[in-house]
C-alpha cells in the first residue's frame, strides 16, 4: 500500500521499512499495533493533533503506551492551553482518518513535538498514513522530515 507518508519517505530516499497488519476498527491504538506487529509498545508513536488558545494546530509524537501531558504540551508550545482536536476535525485538517494518522505528509507541516524517549532507540514505528500499515525509521530522520523537536511531553 502506497501512501502519502510512504511516497514521501521515497522522493526523499528515507530509509525506512514498511509493516502491514490486520486491522479493525476495535483495535486501531498504538499498543494493539504493537502487540500486531511484535513491536514494544515504547517504540510504537502514535501522532495526536490538538490545538492551542490561539486556534493552532499542533501535532504530538509520543509513545504508544503513555499519554499526553497536556501541561508539559502547553509550556513546549508556548500555549497556555492545549485541547485535543475533536475526531471529526482529524480528517479535514490533516488529511488522515483516526488510527491511521502520520505526522508524515498531513495537509500542512504543523509544529510537531517527538517526545524525547523516541531517541533511545535507533528505529521506531509510527502510522503510514493508514489503519494497518507502519513505517519504521530513525527518529532522526522523522524530526528532519517533519521539523519537529524532541521534547520531553509524557
Known sequence: MKTNAVRILESKNISHSIIEYQSNDEEIDAVSVANKIGALPETVFKTLVARNDRNEIIVFVIPGNFELNLKK??????????????????????????????????????RTFIDETAQLY????????ARGI?????????????????????
Do not use: H
Not at 73 to 98: C, D, F, H, N
Not at 122 to 129: H, L, P, T, V
Not at 135 to 141: A, G, H, K, T, Y
Open 73 to 110: 504540551a502547553a509550556k513546549v508550545s508556548l500555549s497556555k492551553s492545549i485541547e485535543m482536536i475533536k475526531v471529526k476535525e482529524l480528517q479535514p485538517l490533516t488529511g488522515y482518518i483516526r488510527g491511521g494518522c502520520s505526522p508524515i505528509g498531513m495537509k500542512k507541516l504543523y
Open 134 to 154: 507502519q513505517v519504521n525509521l530513525s527518529p532522526s530522520n522523522l524530526a528532519s522530515l517533519v521539523n519537529a523537536e524532541f521534547i520531553d511531553l509524557i
Open 122 to 129: 535507533d528505529k521506531i514505528y509510527c502510522s503510514a498514513g
